[in-house]
């Protein structure tokens, strides 16, 4: 699917991938790039992303009150956190997060683009589209960004990942989740959470790039995929 030219408004919600930062850093950059207008219209940003490391049911949270980075800590949103009380699908669980890097990774491009915002760190195992866009109706408000953390195709020759993620993106500028299959994402669970939630409020969405590590580090017999998208509420 062709990128297209995003909005001249900032996004209210983002999808950006996570693998190291030779690799996956290019497109994540693209999809920050996105926050440049406006920074003081966000007070919190809601954190999406797989686990990679333990199987469970539901979203963690963390136990902590703040995550550390390099440039800076961005302290865990306590109004958000007593808000997701409200879901049966959220609990607090420090286990999913103490070796989980899906969320961390976007804190050093989320500290330049937006500063030491509070953030919403949510770790998906388990759940349904619909659990994931009801909990995200608890703490989604008109100052809160909502960024998914994902990385697309895995290990296919390039020219194969190529058409593999360009089905992916047109799932998702569509807001098709039930397209979308466990191999196109690693973060597909929350990315179809977004999606319905995405439906369910009438955004618009549009890939603004797509690559993969044969673009951005070279070799390309067996790459990753990489999607940078926003989502717009449509013109009045």
Aim: charged share 20%; hydrophobic share 45%.
């Amino acid at each position: 699917i062709p990128t297209a030219p995003a909005p001249t408004l900032p996004p209210v919600a983002r999808v950006s991938p996570h693998a190291g930062y030779v690799y996956s850093g290019p497109v994540a950059a693209s999809a920050y790039a996105l926050l440049a207008p406006g920074p003081n219209a966000v007070r919190r940003v809601v954190l999406l992303g797989p686990s990679h490391y333990v199987a469970f049911r539901g979203l963690a949270l963390p136990e902590s009150d703040a995550f550390a980075t390099p440039l800076g800590e961005h302290a865990v949103d306590a109004d958000g956190m007593t808000a997701l009380e409200g879901s049966p699908t959220v609990r607090r669980w420090e286990r999913a997060h103490r070796e989980e890097h899906s969320l961390e990774v976007q804190l050093p491009f989320l500290t330049v683009a937006l500063g030491p915002v509070p953030i919403l760190p949510l770790v998906t195992g388990s759940a349904e589209p619909e659990e994931i866009a009801d909990a995200l109706d608890l703490v989604w408000t008109a100052d809160t960004l909502v960024v998914v953390s994902s990385d697309l195709s895995h290990y296919l020759p390039y020219d194969r990942a190529r058409v593999a993620d360009r089905d992916t993106a047109d799932a998702v500028v569509h807001l098709r989740g039930s397209a979308l299959a466990p191999e196109d994402a690693c973060g597909v669970v929350a990315l179809r959470g977004l999606l319905e939630a995405a439906r369910r409020q009438g955004l618009e969405a549009r890939c603004v790039d797509l690559r993969n590590s044969g673009d951005t580090a070279g070799d390309r017999s067996r790459v990753v995929g990489y999607g940078a998208f926003g989502f717009w509420a449509p013109p009045a």
